[in-house]
């Protein structure tokens, strides 16, 4: 069955250090999404990305973050130099429907745990 | 804006019991409404979805949800909970004819007992 892979499962970083999340959406599908969970919080959404842009974010996707499809099979969420509150569980998503069309089922990878020291 | 509520971070039932587990939405407009579960070590995968057709929705592994609007809630039941239903289960909404986001509930976290 296609999955939405990411990876590292987990990464310990320094404050102030780049970091770069990698997932692999499921292959035919064209919309893709970054949601994170800080431990004990909701799972809040950070951005969706179509045809190569940003389709919405949110105000937590500040100029610290960016993402990227840089060879059409990667999607990557990159933060640019890390704080303390970053910490969290991220997780990428991809969906196949169109936004008007969408009815909510998004298939999510494992999560990347971001620890920020 | 829209928004999800789960009262209970915590639940425990026994091995074949009722599970219950609340979810309260607002929402402007009329929503779409969705369960999502998160086994250890796992993804979110979709448990069921309320997209404004039956009220009653049925899903994966026994569970259902009923939409109810007079009450805003969209309360997930298994008549019978199974070992393999320890998990992590949280309400999402989304915005009908526009945007493709979810918001999330804070989840809640179900054990089984024997």
């Known amino acids: 069955e296609p999955e939405v892979t990411q990876t590292p499962s987990h990464q310990v970083t320094q404050m102030g250090q780049e970091v770069i999340l990698r997932c692999v959406p499921i292959?035919?599908?064209?919309?893709f999404y970054w949601y994170r969970q800080i431990l004990g919080q909701k799972v809040e959404f950070l951005v969706s990305?179509?045809?190569?842009?940003?389709?919405?974010k949110s105000e937590i996707f500040d100029d610290q973050f960016s993402v990227e499809r840089p060879d059409g099979s990667n999607f990557t969420l990159k933060i640019r130099s890390t704080k303390l509150e970053d910490s969290a569980m991220y997780f990428c998503a991809s969906s196949s429907a169109e936004p008007k069309q969408f009815t909510g089922e998004l298939f999510f990878g494992e999560g990347s745990r971001l620890t920020v020291l | 804006a829209q928004s999800v509520t789960q009262l209970g971070s915590h639940v425990s039932v026994s091995e074949g019991a009722l599970v219950l587990l609340r979810c309260n939405y607002s929402s402007s407009v009329p929503p779409y409404l969705f369960w999502y579960v998160q086994y250890p070590n796992q993804g979110l995968q979709l448990l069921l979805k309320y997209t404004s057709a039956a009220t009653l929705v049925k899903g994966i592994n026994g569970f259902e949800a009923e939409f109810k609007k007079s009450e805003t809630s969209f309360h997930l039941t298994k008549p019978s909970a199974h070992m393999s239903d320890a998990a992590e289960y949280f309400c999402?909404?989304?915005?009908?004819?526009?945007?493709?986001?979810?918001?999330f509930g804070t989840g809640t976290q179900l054990k089984v007992e024997l």
């Open positions: 999402a909404v989304s915005e009908t004819g526009g945007g493709n986001k979810l918001t």
């Open positions: 292959s035919n599908h064209l919309y």
């Open positions: 990305f179509y045809n190569n842009e940003i389709s919405e």
